[in-house]
């Protein structure tokens, strides 16, 4: 008789595993743009973290130095002279550069505790020898090649007497950049790594006039703000605001 051959064995066809794979390809597809785009938004995350560090350091260092300005250790001299008189103390006088500008300056000073300097200043006095005259500002410089807005420094010092907000700036030829022994400016944010777009000061001090028996006063108020954003990555920015008072009043005739 007639005998049953063995069934033939049928796998898959061609549309069978394409039907198959097409899911778990859509599955793949969609777990892998997911970690895509967690690690850009980790690298974002990370930038933005970075950039509002550097910001809030460079803004953290102008608030401390301009709430000093004014500061003069032989302040209570004033209180003992009569209503008359018309002194002031000489470490009063602020000069606010570019106000409202995004390249603003300002040059101010304090009192420190360092010894008089070949027999001048001393406590109530300038001392430009000591470094007792201070400035901040922001310029465009060339760094590698680019345009670069950087935050600088100065303070005064026996080869540099006086400070210009328009002076010659520190050397940025090599890394890091070294300060100018001449005019006083050192470099304050880093170059390299933050673009200083906006550093801008206004001053919003409230005088009260004097009148014929009694000096005037002025409370010192600074608004200011700076913006950065990350170099090769500008379209990380922020910006940082703050108001500054200052600790010493000002009293003028």
């Known amino acids: 008789g007639h005998r049953a051959g063995p069934k033939r064995m049928r796998g898959f066809g061609v549309v069978e595993l394409m039907v198959s794979i097409v899911p778990g390809l859509v599955v793949s597809g969609a777990a892998v743009a ?4 967690s690690l850009n938004s980790n690298t974002e995350f990370v930038r933005t973290a ?3 560090q550097d910001l809030r350091s460079n803004m953290d260092f102008v608030s401390r130095e301009l709430r000093r300005a004014g500061y003069d250790e032989n302040a209570l001299r004033y209180i003992a002279m ?4 018309n002194a002031t103390s000489p470490f009063a006088a602020m000069q606010v550069v570019r106000e409202a500008a995004d390249n603003s300056c300002v040059v101010y000073a304090y009192d420190s505790k360092v010894a008089a300097t070949g027999g001048a200043g001393g406590p109530g006095q300038i001392d430009a020898a000591a470094g007792e005259v201070h400035a901040l500002r922001r310029m465009t410089r060339t760094v590698n090649g680019r345009l670069v807005g ?26 890091p950049a070294t300060c100018n022994d001449a005019t006083g400016w050192c470099p304050l944010s880093d170059p390299v790594q933050i673009d200083i777009t906006r550093f801008r000061i206004v001053d919003a001090s409230l005088w009260t006039p004097p009148t014929a028996s009694a ?5 010192r108020d600074l608004d200011v703000a700076m913006d950065g954003t990350l170099i090769g990555a500008g379209e990380v920015a922020r910006s940082v605001q703050t108001s500054v008072r200052m600790r010493a009043e000002c009293l003028r005739p």
């Open 34 to 37: 997911f970690v895509l785009s």
């Open 82 to 85: 009569s209503a008359s008189s």
């Open 50 to 52: 970075r950039l509002n």
């Open 215 to 219: 000096n005037g006063s002025k409370v």
């Open 150 to 175: 950087v935050m600088e420094v100065a303070q005064t010092s026996a080869s540099a007497p006086t400070l210009d907000c328009d002076a010659d700036g520190p050397d940025y030829g090599n890394y």
